[in-house]
Antibody
Framework: QVQLQESGPGLVKPSETLSLTCAVS?????????WGWIRQPPGKGLEWIGS???????YYNPSLKSRVTISVDTSKNQFSLKLSSVTAADTAVYYCATPGDLYTFDIWGQGTMVTVSS | EIVLTQSPATLSLSPGERATLSCRASQSVSSYLAWYQQKPGQAPRLLIYDASNRATGIPARFSGSGSGTDFTLTISSLEPEDFAVYYCQQRSNWPRYTFGQGTKLEIK
């Protein structure tokens, strides 16, 4: 079955770029599916950041679009998130997820906490 | 952008009682609405997709209904493990998504 695992720095300085990777196991990204990133600030709700298709087509939350880049690396079977010019408001648990055979997120990574602080 | 409003913000019930959670969309999302359960320190878990379809492994006490702008998640008889935060999510402009702000289901 498909499994997802996020990785990346847990601490990022303000104005810098947050970079996370989601490793996919149990499925080849090049075979299909959409792959997405969702975040959750401490004590708050869920926010969809963006999604990417295996071909590289991307879809972003309009509120974050100017700062977000999602990419896929089929050779490493992983996809990545970059969020530029971060502030304290970007402090959150970041999840990677995929709808799999459905059209809504059925499979999630465990999440990784990222703190923006100097 | 479609806004999802969940009510109530907090619901206090006892095990064995029936829970009814609401999600209202600012415009029609057809039947493209999902429900998630989230427990502390865990990733969300998909319960219901496309308004009324239970995801794999979800107990029959969970059911979803509605279409257009008004949706309901019903838990027929609460088990101790059901106390958590519940989120609705729409995908009417898939593959873009919006989440509701959540309903906390707490033990009375």
């Amino acid at each position: 079955q498909v499994q997802l695992q996020e990785s990346g720095p847990g601490l990022v300085k303000p104005s810098e770029t947050l970079s996370l990777t989601c490793a996919v196991s149990g499925y080849s990204i090049s075979s299909g599916y959409y792959w997405g990133w969702i975040r959750q600030p401490p004590g708050k709700g869920l926010e969809w950041i963006g999604s990417i298709y295996h071909s590289g087509s991307t879809y972003y939350n309009p509120s974050l679009k100017s700062r977000v880049t999602i990419s896929v690396d089929t050779s490493k079977n992983q996809f990545s998130l970059k969020l530029s010019s971060v502030t304290a408001a970007d402090t959150a648990v970041y999840y990677c997820a995929t709808p799999g055979d459905l059209y809504t997120f059925d499979i999630w990574g465990q999440g990784t906490m990222v703190t923006v602080s100097s | 952008e479609i806004v999802l409003t969940q009510s109530p913000a907090t619901l206090s019930l006892s095990p064995g009682e029936r829970a009814t959670l609401s999600c209202r969309a600012s415009q029609s999302v057809s039947s493209y609405l999902a429900w998630y359960q989230q427990k502390p320190g865990q990733a969300p878990r998909l319960l219901i997709y496309d308004a009324s379809n239970r995801a794999t492994g979800i107990p029959a006490r969970f059911s979803g209904s509605g279409s257009g702008t008004d949706f309901t998640l019903t838990i027929s008889s609460l088990e101790p493990e059901d106390f958590a935060v519940y989120y609705c999510q729409q995908r009417s402009n898939w593959p873009r998504y919006t989440f509701g702000q959540g309903t906390k289901l707490e033990i009375k």
